[in-house]
């Protein structure tokens, strides 16, 4: 009987997957944190920040600190009747940090602005993604704008 328990424990632990390193976790952060900007949902883009005033994402120049004025910024961006955020997964990059914190590097098309005639811009996104006791959440991000000219040099 012993041997019995022992085998199936030991193929339920084969059968397991393999806990995810925190590459992985970053790239399933941020495809979530995708998701949830083209679904125009921004509580699921709040629930996916650090909630810490501590939360930092640098844009266009400008430090916003905190999840909610993140939110609130992302907020009048969301009011256009465009908003699409395309990102390139065979270029996207993850430098794991520590066993509970990764950067994620991601080049992106953001398409926004009216209907008719929406702009089209290509940003690098670096997301620092960290562990935290509430689960994986983006603790800063930081934006710029690719330059296409020089990229494959």
């Given at each position: 009987m012993r041997v019995v328990i022992m085998a199936v424990a030991l193929l339920a632990g084969l059968a397991s997957p393999a806990a995810a390193g925190p590459a992985e976790e970053a790239r399933r952060l941020y495809a979530g944190f995708i998701a949830a900007q083209n679904a125009n949902d921004l509580t699921g883009v709040r629930s996916l920040l650090l909630d810490s005033p501590r939360f930092l994402w640098v844009t266009n120049g400008l430090s916003v600190w905190g999840p909610d004025a993140a939110v609130a910024r992302l907020t009048r961006f969301h009011a256009n009747e465009v908003w699409r955020i395309d990102h390139d997964q065979d270029r996207a990059r993850a430098v794991e940090v520590t066993a509970d914190a990764?950067?994620?590097?991601?080049?992106?098309?953001?398409?926004?602005?009216?209907?008719?005639?929406?702009?089209?811009?290509?940003?690098?996104?670096?997301?620092?993604?960290?562990?935290?006791?509430?689960?994986?959440r983006i603790a800063a991000l930081f934006t710029a704008d690719e330059n296409r000219d020089e990229a494959g040099r």
């Open positions: 990764a950067f994620l590097h991601v080049p992106l098309t953001l398409t926004v602005g009216p209907a008719a005639r929406p702009e089209r811009y290509h940003i690098l996104i670096t997301a620092l993604c960290a562990d935290t006791p509430a689960g994986w």
